[in-house]
């Protein structure tokens, strides 16, 4: 493993632990020429489905994506990245269950604001401003009103 403060490939594993869903194991490391500490994550590589963008593109699905869009919507919000990580897990697990090969980009980002909207109120509407492109304020106030009559 490449070490990411002075790029040397030796290292030593000083502690592995299995993620709480045992879907990945988290390895804290240490480099053997900076000795300094880094953490890596080793998960089994499953086939995960092509994206079908709005536009009509095709990409490969990417778990990045999923948690930065998560990390934006929840940035100043008492939700740590733990539970963000949580979440990208649940929806690549109902992902890789519905065994296909493409997948609109939309299943992905409503999977995303279903799980919001159960979270955290805020972080929901942000995520769902961005997602659902509000032109005014007064589709803003409908997706408000929404998610007060949904509880």
Request: glycine residues 4%.
């Amino acid at each position: 493993m490449k070490c990411p403060f002075c790029g040397n490939l030796e290292d030593k594993v000083i502690d592995s632990r299995t993620s709480r869903e045992g879907n990945a194991i988290r390895r804290r490391r240490e480099c053997l020429k900076c000795a300094k500490r880094f953490t890596s994550y080793e998960r089994v590589e499953d086939i995960i489905p092509m994206v079908i963008k709005k536009d009509g593109r095709r990409e490969p699905y990417e778990r990045s994506k999923v948690v930065t869009g998560l990390k934006k919507a929840c940035e100043k919000r008492p939700i740590g990245m733990e539970t963000l990580e949580d979440i990208t897990d649940s929806i690549e697990k109902k992902l890789i269950g519905l065994n296909v090969k493409e997948i609109p980009s939309t299943w992905v980002g409503e999977e995303v604001m279903s799980s919001l909207r159960e979270l955290d109120k805020v972080a929901y509407v942000r995520f769902a401003s961005v997602y659902r492109q509000f032109k005014d304020i007064n589709e803003l106030m409908n997706e408000v009103k929404t998610l007060f009559e949904h509880k």
